[in-house]
């Protein structure tokens, strides 16, 4: 397809005066530069009432805001540790199921399925990702949470749960609900997202490449690994990255999974909570200008500086792969 | 043409937009249908919930606030609103427990208060045989589940348990949302009620309207006066006729474990919050008429969706304090 | 053709055959294991369908899509919301897909080694993550709160404002992909610099882009939180945008919680027509997309 593109499209230029080039070039850079310093004024306006909103919190408590567990509207009381354990286990979680899942997928929509059948099978690719995430909390908490709380967990209490090491990971009452169930449904949310970008940047490959791997006698698996995937890494960590990100701000789906209780447990099936349910479930009862209200906008900005880091290490173990490539 | 056809209505009657107290919505809602068609005016009611509903009327975004929680007068004072109630209704617990069925299993404030503490941990507990000889109880574990979300119900359910027990007063306490010692939370009534679905042993707390719908298993509660009491209609009727209005200041009665015979005890009046300088008093006036038709013709409407309406007396009272409001019309008669 | 290819590379070199054959065992393996994943995640795609389906078929009859919401009770239909949606989404897509593909092509193409670029790289992926309410609270502290009242354009701003991070992520994605090769060789022929990125690599990377436009859409068409305080929602018809707008997920979100039947089922064929509606939107862009390249 790239190839054919360019042969039609580099076939029009000349029929333009050099005379529009002059101020059309400049033009058109200012236009991408605004466009690009309008979306960072925006997005540190939302940074910046955060960290504006939570100064209270963080004045009140100090470091105790982000390594006290308590949450208590009653006492005025409150600390981000439960909320950010549950965050960043029910985004690990999913992105250790979702990536393996999307990859695989978008391997056999690009290397393996016939042409007959990638077709229909990235569109309904595509309609996982279409699925709004308040239907996956719908699903998850009417199909998914019963299949837990009926069948996975007690099986697992009863196999793992008996075995030394594992037996923390594996305990407690089996509401069905919890951090593997959250982990799980995000998983399943972000799975098409990762999956259609990766099947994209895979397709976007310029084919003379692959096929010359493959004249040298490749496996399609060599291909994949030797070739396509050294080729299109930043933009597969890119499609992750969006994956991740939509896995920490996710709100209502997991809000229905998740058990929303703010303590820290070992066990895959507590009741945990994430930042972006708590702030959900508890903005509209706060009051203007209170101290909870101050401390959910702080919350806030602690997962906007969490998805910072995530997004800076893998910024620099892309940049470090580069290197020793 | 169908979008013609609704402009044209909706342009004859004036909007006025309220915001706050899920508990409320179905009720205003059905009170807004038809007072669009008979009074003309056109109520746009949304449910973000109590908390937000006091948040909006102060910073003046809606024409007026609903919540469940009532204010202090100090607030109501520097806000410059006046609070007064439009109906009652009540919150109910329930079980999921084998062989029980709705309103067999007899329990009290405080041994409710001790199985949402995790205090009493299995249905078999002797206190909780105490109240219901002849009960087969299950060793099932007590699973408790919470609203999740910042709720009015769990206020009012929190301030029971807070009223009854003095140990959930001095260690938990009473909000819209609390620090839950054990058990799950879930979003909403339907999550409390399907989640205690889910689990054997579940316990939970729901809007009495959600769970008649729904026939779920709600259990009878000891009155004050020390009968066990089954949740209906009647029983917050008597809740709501024995409480004491006159000495209640801006009309926040404490409708909660009331002296009445047969009065269910987790009952609770649900609030408006109208602004006394509203910005355009044109729209305030129509609040008030809209709540004076509602008092005057929304009672068969309410009762028919499990809630109480207000007491006579009581609708008089609250006439005469619309009159604090900037350019209301006169509705005391 | 990918299809075949190793197969004949494969029996040409049958002789070499221990290292070979060991290739082409976890050739084998990769292959069923990423079938398996296939199957996974097809499977629930097929459960929550049948789910939504089930549940929601049921509700959607003429007078749903064609009556106001009402009380409970009064046999009321979804057609404000589903107006209100199809406004707030549609407007919110034709001013947040400019603005992230603007900004897309300018961290692409002229921002290398800039470190404006580089600041609104990081802070637009930062965005990806930051819970929607948040974005509904940032709009209602500049467009409601001054105003004194909810309106459809505030809305449409909290759900534009979701759309740009992900247009941005997937635009300079997309852009870095197409070969420097093609640009040299428009380039050459004398094309500005904009025709080279427009007709180009925009042109090139176009299937690209219209998937992120795509998971933009099917992201914001569900949001809720950001939509509660923001358009807040509308019990009666109004497609003002500076009125109070209703919307399928504030409906949701209000219904899918409430004790009445009709309510719950009105929810659930909401869920079903939002996702119908992303659905039909994906398929029209793709057959559209589809249809140019020939």
């Not at chain 3, 629930?44 to 929601?56: K, P």
């Not at chain 3, 991070?165 to 380039?187: F, H, Q, Y």
């Amino acid at each position: 397809m790239g190839a054919e593109v360019s042969l039609r499209t580099t076939g029009g230029p000349e029929h333009h005066a050099p005379v529009r080039r002059s101020w059309a070039d400049p033009a058109f850079a200012g236009l991408a530069r605004a466009c690009g310093i309008a979306v960072l004024i925006l997005i540190s306006g939302i940074i910046a009432v955060m960290l504006f909103g939570g100064r209270q919190a963080f004045s009140t408590f100090g470091l105790g805001f982000l390594t006290s567990s308590v949450w208590n509207p009653v006492l005025h009381h409150y600390g981000a540790l439960a909320p950010m354990f549950g965050t960043i286990v029910t985004s690990f979680i999913g992105l250790v199921i979702a990536v393996p899942l999307a990859f695989g997928v978008a391997f056999c929509l690009t290397e393996m399925a016939p042409g007959w059948l990638s077709g229909p099978l990235g569109t309904a690719v595509e309609l996982l990702a279409a699925v709004p995430s308040i239907i996956f909390g719908m699903w998850g908490f009417f199909v998914i949470v019963p299949i837990m709380a009926q069948h996975i967990q007690p099986a697992l209490i009863h196999s793992l749960g008996r075995v030394p090491f594992l037996h923390p990971f594996f305990s407690g009452a089996p509401f069905g609900t919890g951090l593997l169930t959250g982990g799980l449904i995000l998983a399943v949310m972000v799975t098409p997202f990762i999956a259609a970008v990766m099947r994209d940047v895979f397709n976007s490959m310029p084919p003379v490449l692959k096929e010359s791997a493959y004249g040298l006698g490749s496996t399609r698996w060599d291909v994949m690994r030797r070739v396509v995937l050294p080729w299109s890494r930043t933009a597969v960590i890119g499609g992750i990255m969006l994956g991740l990100g939509r896995a920490l701000g996710e709100t209502m789906a997991i809000t229905f999974v998740i058990g929303n209780t703010n303590r820290i447990s070992a066990s895959l099936f507590s009741p945990g909570n994430t930042i972006a349910s708590l702030i959900a479930l508890e903005f509209p009862e706060s009051e203007a200008g209170s101290l909870k209200l101050s401390s959910l906008l702080a919350l806030g900005f602690v997962l906007m500086v969490i998805s910072f880091i995530t997004l800076a290490c893998s910024r620099a173990l892309l940049r470090r792969g580069r290197l020793v490539r | 043409m169908i979008g013609l056809a609704f402009t044209a209505t909706a342009a004859q009657a004036v909007d006025i937009t309220g915001a706050g107290s899920t508990f409320a919505a179905p009720i205003y809602g059905a009170w807004g249908a038809v007072a669009k068609s008979s009074i003309g005016v056109a109520l746009n009611y949304q449910a973000l919930g109590s908390g937000a509903g006091q948040n909006q009327v102060i910073a003046r975004t809606v024409d007026f606030g609903a919540s469940d929680a009532p204010l202090t007068a100090a607030k109501l004072q520097t806000n410059l609103l006046i609070q007064f109630p439009t109906v009652m209704g009540g919150v109910v617990p329930i079980v999921n427990l084998p062989g029980i069925a709705p309103n067999q299993l007899h329990l009290t404030g405080e041994v409710v208060a001790e199985l949402f503490s995790g205090a009493i941990s299995t249905w078999n507990d002797p206190k909780i045989a105490a109240l219901n000889p002849g009960v087969k109880l299950p060793d099932t574990a007590v699973a408790p589940v919470h609203r999740a979300d910042g709720s009015g119900t769990t206020f009012v359910f929190t301030s029971y348990l807070a009223k009854v027990s003095p140990d959930w007063k001095s260690k938990i306490g009473a909000a819209s949302s609390i620090a839950w010692p054990s058990g799950a939370g879930a979003k909403g009534n339907d999550g409390v009620a399907a989640t205690v679905r889910n689990t054997e042993g579940g316990l939970g707390y729901v809007e009495y309207a959600y769970a008649d719908k729904n026939h779920l298993t709600t259990v009878e509660l000891k009155d004050k006066a020390g009968a066990f009491v089954a949740p209906n209609l009647d029983s917050f009727t008597k809740a709501a006729a024995a409480a004491d209005w006159a000495s209640a200041q801006n009309f926040a009665v404490d409708l909660l474990d009331t002296p009445g015979e047969g009065a269910w005890p987790i009952v609770s009046a649900t609030f408006v919050l109208l602004p006394t300088n509203p910005k355009d008093p044109a729209r305030s006036a129509e609040v008030i008429k809209f709540f004076d038709w509602a008092f005057t013709n929304g009672a068969a409407t309410a009762r028919k969706l499990q809630y109480v309406p207000l007491p006579a007396e009581v609708q008089t009272n609250v006439r005469h304090a619309w009159t604090n409001v900037a350019g209301a019309p006169d509705m005391s008669r | 053709m990918s299809t075949t290819m190793p197969d004949l590379a494969s029996a040409a070199h049958r002789r070499h055959s221990g290292l070979l054959r060991r290739r082409r065992n976890i050739d084998h393996v990769v292959t069923a294991l990423c079938a398996v994943a296939t199957f996974i995640v097809l499977a629930a795609l097929v459960s929550i369908l049948f789910t939504l389906v089930s549940n929601g078929i049921r509700g959607l009859t003429f007078s749903t899509l064609t009556r106001v919401t009402t009380p409970p009770g009064n046999g009321g239909g979804l057609l404000n919301p589903i107006i209100g949606s199809i406004i707030q989404t549609a407007m919110a897509t034709l001013i947040g897909t400019p603005v992230g593909l603007l900004a897309g092509i300018y961290l692409a193409e002229y921002g290398a080694g800039s470190q404006i670029a580089n600041a609104v790289r990081f802070v637009s992926d930062m965005l990806l993550s930051a819970p929607s309410i948040l974005v509904g609270l940032f709009v209602y502290l500049i467009l409601v709160a001054p105003f004194g009242h909810f309106s459809g354009i505030a809305g449409v701003a909290a759900l534009a404002i979701l759309v740009i991070p992900i247009v941005v992520r997937t635009t300079e994605d997309m852009l870095r992909l197409v070969p420097l090769s093609m640009r040299e060789a428009a380039a050459a022929l004398g094309a500005p610099r904009w025709k080279v990125i427009m007709l180009v690599s925009v042109r090139a990377a176009k299937r690209g882009l219209m998937t992120g436009v795509l998971l933009a859409i099917a992201r914001i068409a569900g949001e809720t939180a950001p939509l509660l305080f923001t358009s807040l929602g509308n019990l009666n018809w109004s497609v003002s945008l500076g009125q109070p707008m209703a919307s399928l997920p504030v409906t949701i979100y209000q219904y899918a919680g409430s004790a009445y039947d009709d309510w719950v089922q009105l929810a659930w064929t909401s869920a079903l027509l939002i996702t119908a509606g992303v659905l039909l939107i994906n398929i029209v862009a793709r057959v559209g997309l589809r249809g140019e390249d020939r």
